[in-house]
Structures are given as C-alpha cells and as structure tokens.
C-alpha cells in the first residue's frame, strides 16, 4: 500500500495528463510491447501445459532416509536441486 501511495504521489507530481499518453516517443513501441506481452503469454501457457502434475519424484526416498518431510526436503533442496537449470 505505502508503494502505491508513494506511485500516485509522484504521477501526481510529474503530472502526466492524458493528452501526453497519446504521443510515441519512439515509433513502434506499441506493437514491439504487444509483439513482447503476446511472446510471453505463448511461453507461459507452452510451461503451464508442459508442466507434469503427477506425483512427486524422490520426496519418498528423501524422506524415508531423513526421517521425515521437513528434514527430506531440505536435503533435496540444498544438495540436488541447488542449481535449479
């Protein structure tokens, strides 16, 4: 909240008005935006659909040989998948 509040306060102080929004400072910005908003959507959507939802692989066995969930975890987190790429 005090975030926005400190936006407002300084588009309220710069004071953009609405005939200023309508003027392209660099040509084609617009569509290199769309052409950059609609890449993304198609990448989050291709990951969202490529994500598998089934169950998880090797909490089991890190939790069998932990001890437990919290223990399994950590151990996974901080030694397999510290480099997550």
Same mark, same amino acid.
């Given at each position: 909240g005090a975030i926005m509040m400190l936006f407002l306060f300084v588009v309220m =102080?710069?004071?953009v008005t609405a005939a200023d929004s #309508?003027?392209?400072t660099l040509k084609g910005q617009r569509?290199?935006? =769309?052409g950059c908003g609609l890449g993304f959507?198609? #990448?989050l959507i291709a990951g969202i659909g490529n994500a598998s939802l089934s169950t998880f692989n090797g909490l089991g066995a890190a939790n069998a040989l932990h001890g437990g969930n919290?223990?399994?975890l950590?151990?996974?987190i901080f030694t397999k998948y510290v480099f997550a790429f």
């Open positions: =102080l710069v004071g #309508l003027k392209e569509w290199l935006a =769309l959507g198609i #990448l919290v223990e399994g950590a151990n996974l």
